[in-house]
């Protein structure tokens, strides 16, 4: 159990680019979710993966915004046309279904973006 | 309204001594858990203790105890036996089974300050 990878931990980039993040759930996990967290608040719910389907994107999540999980391993996260307020933390987390339907999140380090 | 309300921004607390964090929610489901997370100042979540709805004991993991009034709808997390190192950002969170559905839902979090 290597736990939950994020890559890179920081990022910065100009307004208006466009910027990709990856997540690597640990390895028996088949659930993952990415949530974006700002200074002085708690985690906020950006959307979950079951295995390599997306079962929920919160309303939090525009357009610019969009997440894949192709082989129901690693995820990608990528955000277009960055704006100043996508500035954030933002973690990923994975669990298992395998022991019951609420399960405890392991989350990751984190991918600090930064928009200039 | 808020679903997880944290209603502490900031604790203190003497070290070897035990302190409450509190934590009310705010669901109509009957199905739901409740997660406390830990955030130090590097930045990562590390996942504390878990009570489920129809859980009828209140969870306990080493220092950590969670005093689940489900009347009152609280979840209040106590750590006896304070140390040093657990000075961090704490967060109360909580997940409501809605089938493929579910909410994922943290508070705003309290800082405990641990003095020596």
């Known amino acids: 159990d290597t736990g939950v990878s994020q890559n890179p931990r920081h990022k910065i980039t100009k307004r208006g680019q466009n910027v990709t993040f990856r997540c690597d759930p640990i390895?028996?996990?088949?659930?993952l979710y990415w949530y974006r967290q700002t200074l002085g608040q708690g985690p906020e719910f950006l959307t979950y993966f079951q295995n390599e389907a997306q079962l929920e994107k919160s309303r939090l999540l525009s357009d610019r915004f969009s997440a894949e999980r192709p082989k129901g391993s690693f995820s990608t996260l990528e955000i277009q046309r960055t704006e100043q307020g996508d500035s954030a933390m933002y973690l990923c987390?994975?669990?298992?279904?395998?022991?019951?339907?609420?399960?405890?999140?392991?989350f990751g380090d984190g991918t600090r973006l930064s928009i200039l | 309204a808020q679903k997880i309300t944290q209603t502490q921004p900031g604790m203190f607390v003497q070290e070897k001594e035990a302190v409450t964090l509190d934590c009310t929610y705010d669901?109509?489901?009957?199905?739901?858990?409740l997660f406390w997370y830990k955030q130090p100042s590097s930045g990562e979540m590390i996942f504390l203790i878990y009570?489920?709805?129809?859980?009828?004991q209140n969870a306990t993991e080493g220092r950590y105890s969670l005093n689940f009034q489900k009347a009152r709808k609280s979840a209040n997390l106590v750590i006896s036996a304070s140390q040093l190192g657990d000075s961090a950002m704490y967060f109360c969170a909580m997940r409501e089974s809605e089938g493929q559905g579910f909410s994922f839902i943290f508070g705003k979090g309290t800082r405990l300050l641990v003095k020596p």
């Open positions: 987390a994975s669990s298992s279904s395998n022991r019951g339907p609420i399960q405890p999140q392991h």
């Open positions: 390895s028996e996990h088949n659930r």
């Open positions: 009570q489920g709805s129809y859980d009828e």
């Open positions: 669901t109509s489901d009957q199905s739901y858990g």
